[in-house]
């Protein structure tokens, strides 16, 4: 046991400062978006955000800190680990759009698909799979996710119409195969 307790604390970062806040200190709030169906908690994370700036009100023990919360989160309790704070610094030129978004009590919210950007059928020894690349609001297209076609057709049916055109229409004429009637 002692020699595993070693092992461990030689891998530990000897440089790393505890961080530490004072009252009265703006910092942001890490939420976690989550993709997919909330209510079942099966929703895969994306990449984490900060939100806010929020007014530390005291310090709650070594590692907690309470913060002032809005009205509208009057919910979520206002004690949270030092790991989910990040200081803000102040810049005159930095402007902060606050988005309006529905947090629940474990600090994550729901993201709703934009738009799809490819489309690319992945082939396995004996099968295919039809898979779409996903645009996330709040995200960017770096942060594109690849997702399975069926489910996302099942999940968000609005996403593959657009304008009257059908996605996979949409897709075959790009690639040169056939044509779509317009009427009029």
Same mark, same amino acid.
């Given at each position: 046991m002692q020699t595993a307790q070693s092992?461990?604390?030689? /891998?530990a970062d000897h440089r790393r400062k505890d961080l530490e806040?004072?009252?009265?200190?703006?910092?942001?709030l890490k939420v976690t978006p989550l993709r997919g169906t909330i209510a079942a908690k099966k929703g895969k994370k994306l990449k984490p955000r900060y939100i806010g700036s929020y007014?530390?009100?005291?310090?709650?023990?070594?590692?907690? /800190?309470? =913060?002032? +919360?809005?009205?509208?989160?009057?919910? $979520?309790?206002n004690?949270? #680990?030092?790991?989910?704070?990040?200081? /803000?610094h102040p810049d005159p030129?930095?402007? +902060? #759009?606050?988005?309006d978004v529905e947090l629940d009590e474990t600090l994550t919210y729901g993201?709703?698909?934009v738009q799809i950007l490819d489309r690319k059928v992945k082939? +396995?020894?004996?099968?295919? $799979?039809?898979?779409?690349? $996903? =645009?996330?609001?709040? #995200?960017d297209v770096e942060e594109a996710t690849r997702e399975v076609e069926e489910d996302m057709q099942k999940e968000y049916p609005s996403l593959f119409t657009k304008k009257g055109i059908n996605f996979e229409d949409e897709i075959a004429l790009r690639r040169?195969? /056939?044509e779509i009637p317009v009427s009029l």
């Open positions: 092992r461990q604390k030689s /891998y806040f004072e009252e009265g200190d703006m910092v942001f007014r530390i009100q005291s310090r709650v023990g070594t590692v907690a /800190y309470q =913060l002032e +919360l809005p009205v509208k989160m009057s919910r $979520i309790h004690v949270f #680990h030092v790991s989910l704070l990040k200081k /803000y030129t930095h402007i +902060l #759009h606050t988005e993201e709703q698909p082939e +396995l020894r004996n099968k295919q $799979i039809s898979l779409v690349k $996903i =645009l996330w609001k709040n #995200h040169g195969g /056939y």
